[in-house]
């Protein structure tokens, strides 16, 4: 299989590129795979940005989203390389990716991850 294409995303004119204000995306059902063992990977991811000239379209988001399902790495590299993807194609003035993975093995692991410095 292909590895995630930041070509999937798609983005629209922010409405009000006038004003700072935070959008939220949380995507529950996120799927990668391990790449030692082969095993999928589930977590939680939230995606907090605020926007310049323009936002992503949740649809392409999903379908993005779901090109990892498959795709093997590590939890740190699928979430910088999601956070890479997302800031190429929209620019935001600041993003913050906080990947929440189920626990294996009796271990919890999250990963944060940001761009930019937040406006106040």
Known sequence: MTAPSRDTLETFPNP???????VETIAP???????????????TLTISYVADQVCYELKSLKLYLQEYRNHGAFYEQVTNMILD???????P????????????????????????????
Not at 85 to 91: E, G, I, K, R, S
Not at 94 to 106: D, V
């Open 16 to 22: 009000f590129p006038e004003r700072n204000f935070v």
């Open 29 to 43: 059902e996120f799927t990668s795979v391990c790449p030692k063992t082969g095993h999928p990977d589930y977590g």
């Open 85 to 91: 993807d997302l800031v190429a194609v929209t620019q």
């Open 93 to 120: 003035r600041w993003m913050k990716i906080e990947a929440a993975f189920t626990p294996r093995g009796g271990i919890r692991t999250t990963v944060i991850v940001e761009h930019g410095k937040r406006p106040q």
